[in-house]
């Protein structure tokens, strides 16, 4: 794994909204499309807002970029502040130039009885538009990426999942209290994560120190579902200085 240490979060994104602007240019010189595989979350938000700032610069465009989230809560209202979607269109998808039609997020309002054959579709999207270039992950307090939460395994794809309690615990606060949290979700599996070309993912802060150490140098185990990320060739692991505070890289 490649790891890249900032002195702050800021420069943290903006070196990963480089790396993107230089995939997007390379692919669509080629006039290919440019598959991103999007996280939601504290994490990408200054990330999000320095592409909309290069977007608005001229610097850099989405026509040609495709997106697929990894996750929604469910059930859950496109509409509500709480949902995935909503934050997609806040955060992003509205300040840019990307096609409504090229944006894909797993729906938190699928009838119970549709979610699987909804999963099925999501996966086969994917494979129809010839995979993720780029995969951008935060990661969980518990080492979940996506909502591949403790016990996910390396062969799991997008499924109806249970949050685990430290998931509901972290989410407790935007929802004004545990109750509030939901209990399931819609998840891109890790097999479906780890078919992506290349992968980044992004931690700040102390609070993701003791999670990046144990998932990046300990044992490969469904107990902390990003160690799996140790079997993929193109990872790119970027932390602020506190994230990487447990790690020794020299
Ligand atoms: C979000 C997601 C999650 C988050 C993780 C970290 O789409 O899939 O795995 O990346 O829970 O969340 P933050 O960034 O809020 O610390």
Not at 70 to 98: G, K, T
Not at 112 to 120: L, M, P, T, V, Y
Not at 193 to 216: H, N, P, T
């Amino acid at each position: 794994m490649n790891i890249n240490i900032f002195e702050n979060s800021e420069l943290g994104s903006q070196f990963v909204a480089e790396q993107i602007q230089a995939l997007i240019k390379k692919k669509t010189k080629l006039t290919e499309e440019v598959i991103l595989g999007l996280a939601t979350g504290s994490t990408p938000k200054e990330l999000y807002k320095k592409l909309v700032s290069m977007y608005k610069a001229g610097e850099i465009s989405f026509e040609q970029v495709i997106t697929f989230n990894l996750d929604e809560y469910h059930p859950m209202s496109h509409d509500s502040e709480h949902s995935y979607h909503h934050f997609m269109n806040q955060i992003f998808f509205d300040a840019v130039d990307i096609k409504a039609e090229n944006t894909w997020i797993p729906s938190g309002e699928v009838e119970k009885a549709q979610i699987e054959s909804h999963c099925r579709e999501y996966e086969q999207q994917i494979v129809d538009v010839g995979g993720i270039d780029l995969q951008l992950l935060g990661i969980g307090t518990n080492g979940h990426i996506g909502f591949n939460e403790p016990g996910s395994t390396i062969d799991s794809v997008t499924r109806y999942v249970e949050l685990d309690e430290q998931t509901r615990i972290d989410a407790a606060a935007a929802f004004g209290g545990i109750d509030n949290v939901p209990r399931n979700a819609i998840s891109m599996g890790i097999d479906t994560i780890l078919k992506a070309k290349e992968i980044v993912l992004m931690a700040w802060g102390s609070g993701k120190a003791e999670i990046i150490r144990d998932c990046l140098f300990g044992e490969i185990t469904a107990v902390k579902p990003a160690t799996f990320l140790q079997k993929h060739p193109n990872v790119h692991i970027v932390l602020d200085r506190e994230a990487a505070a447990l790690i020794d890289v020299d």
